[in-house]
Nanobody, 127 residues
Framework: QPQLVESGGGAVQAGGSLKLSCRVQ????????MGWFRRTPGKSREFVAS???????????SYADSVKGRFTVSRDDNKNTSELTMTSLKPEDSAIYYC?????????????????WGQGTQVTVST
């Protein structure tokens, strides 16, 4: 069973940037679609972004409307890592962020499509 280890969370002021990283230990990273979700107190976990297989002819990417143009998801199959680069952060982006791995190739957007989950990392955006 692969383990997903997240890093990069923290506190930042509105308008600032953060980069989250998710390293997958074990398993076959290149076969996974990698997703990012977030949860705020009292709410269910919501989709943020995902990236499927990346080939010469296809690149599967998906973003929630609330983060389009501000967040960028990427992957490095050589390093078994996915990253979520967050810019122009808003207070409403404050949440615990989770990375997840599921079966590729497409970029999947629902929790049920993901099998493996990280432990979560806190992001706090202040005004």
């Amino acid at each position: 069973q692969p383990q997903l280890v997240e890093s990069g969370g923290g506190a930042v002021q509105a308008g600032g940037s953060l980069k989250l990283s998710c390293r997958v230990q074990g398993g076959t990273f290149y076969t996974y679609t990698m997703g990012w979700f977030r949860r705020t107190p009292g709410k269910s976990r919501e989709f943020v972004a995902s990236i499927g297989w990346t080939t010469r002819t296809n690149r599967w990417l998906s973003y929630a409307d609330s983060v389009k143009g501000r967040f960028t998801v990427s992957r490095d199959d050589n390093k078994n890592t996915s990253e979520l680069t967050m810019t122009s952060l808003k207070p409403e982006d404050s949440a615990i962020y989770y990375c997840a791995g599921g079966a590729g190739p497409a970029a999947r957007t629902t929790e049920q499509d993901y099998i493996y989950w990280g432990q979560g990392t806190q992001v706090t955006v202040s005004t």
